[in-house]
């Protein structure tokens, strides 16, 4: 996968930060830190009280499993249970990066870890993202059990800014020192602590994989595509992607901007003079940069997705978050091609738009 570098100087390691936030974790806070996909919000993956606040904090159903992310490859081995073969071409080839494996999970753990304290899972899914702070984060704290730190529903934070739209009485973690001279736990334990990375360089969630079964099954497409997991892993002939069982996440209402979305699909030109006869009030359009240049003169908020599908990524869940500032009440999308990165990009953007698709 070829993705475009963070220009935002913030990416940079902040060491005392990074331990001054591994140590409010290992005290039972919560952090909001940045992956390569989109930021997470996270809590010692071990500690009950901790991972029952993720769930209240963003409003998230109890059924909806977390993903364990961890440092070291080997960490996987702890936590999944007769991982099949397969999974070490996965690992070797993808990780660190945006790929989350369900595996079965080790009987020895505690029976909720990876779900909501109150329940039981048999499986875990668990990733190594690439990101330098969040690496060293885990590194410090040990397993951490993070979702995308959001309110259950809104899109996924790809900057600092749009966790913090979400989650308002969260703060930068404070200098090393005065951190530690106000005896950390008592003063902050109702706070969340932030890690600041600057924008994140994939934008969409990882490619969730179910690994429990003779060959993997997609459970959300993601930045590392079935076109490379196939490359990668010998699939049986008649192994079928689309046959996916749903990860429990995929049943809820997602990413949803508050306006109303709709996915224009069809070509180019015809997409253009589909835009060009909306004759609605209140409304933006979102297109790629060659598409958004056709519509120049026309007098409509147009905002570019990006150059290419990469970039298209990247930007999508920051121009939901857009939208909704500039109040449109509707919001057209420019349909990309399902092909590559493109499956990942239609499924937000599909959930975004609650499935509402114009063929034109
Ligand atoms: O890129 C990402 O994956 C980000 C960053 C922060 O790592 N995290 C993220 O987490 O998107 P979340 O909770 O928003 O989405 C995780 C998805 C959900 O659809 C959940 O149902 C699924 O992964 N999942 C997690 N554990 C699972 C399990 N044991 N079995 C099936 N699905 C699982
Ligand atoms: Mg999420």
């Known amino acids: 996968m070829e993705i475009k570098k963070s220009s935002d100087d913030t990416a940079k390691l902040q060491p005392g930060k990074i331990k001054t936030a591994a140590e409010f974790i290992r005290g039972g806070g919560l952090v909001i830190f940045p992956t390569e996909t989109v930021y997470g919000l996270g809590a010692d993956a071990f500690n009950p009280d901790a991972v029952a606040r993720i769930y ?25 249970f007769e991982s099949p073969d397969y999974s070490r071409a996965l690992i070797k080839n993808f990780w ?34 690439a990101h330098p702070i969040a690496r060293a984060l885990i590194a410090e704290a040990g397993v951490i059990a993070a979702p995308s730190a959001n309110k259950a529903g809104k899109p996924s934070p790809t900057k600092l800014a749009h966790a913090l739209e979400d989650f308002p009485h969260a703060t930068p973690v404070l200098s090393e020192k005065k951190f530690s001279q106000n005896s950390p736990f008592s003063a902050f334990a109702e706070k969340i602590l932030t890690l600041d990375g600057g924008s994140a360089i994939v934008g969409l969630e990882s490619t969730v994989v179910d690994i429990t079964g003779a060959s993997p099954v997609i459970l959300r497409p993601g930045a590392i595509t079935e076109e490379q997991i196939r490359r990668v892993v010998c699939v049986s002939a008649g192994a079928d992607f689309s046959d996916a069982p749903r990860s429990p ?45 056709l519509l120049k003169n026309f007098d409509a908020e147009i905002l570019v997705l990006g150059d290419d599908e990469i970039s298209v990524a990247q930007n999508f869940f920051s121009r939901l978050r857009e939208c909704d500032a500039l109040g449109v009440e509707k919001i057209f999308v420019e349909a990309v091609e399902e092909k590559q990165i493109g499956v990942a990009i239609m499924d937000r953007m599909l959930k975004a738009a609650g499935g509402r698709v114009i063929y034109v």
């Open 249 to 293: 996440g995929t049943k809820y209402k997602h990413y949803a901007p508050n306006a109303q979305m709709f996915v224009v699909s069809g070509e180019q030109k015809k997409f253009v003079s589909y835009v060009k006869n909306i004759r609605e009030k209140n409304f933006c359009v979102l297109a790629k940069k060659n598409t958004a240049a």
């Open 96 to 129: 660190p990066g945006p790929l989350t494996l369900v595996a079965k999970k080790n009987p020895a753990l505690p029976a909720w870890v990876g779900g909501h304290p109150a329940g039981k899972t048999k499986t875990v899914g668990i990733r190594m993202s």
């Open 56 to 80: 209240s904090e963003k409003g998230r159903p109890g059924d909806n499993p977390l993903i364990l992310h961890i440092a070291n490859a080997d960490d996987f081995f702890e936590l999944a």
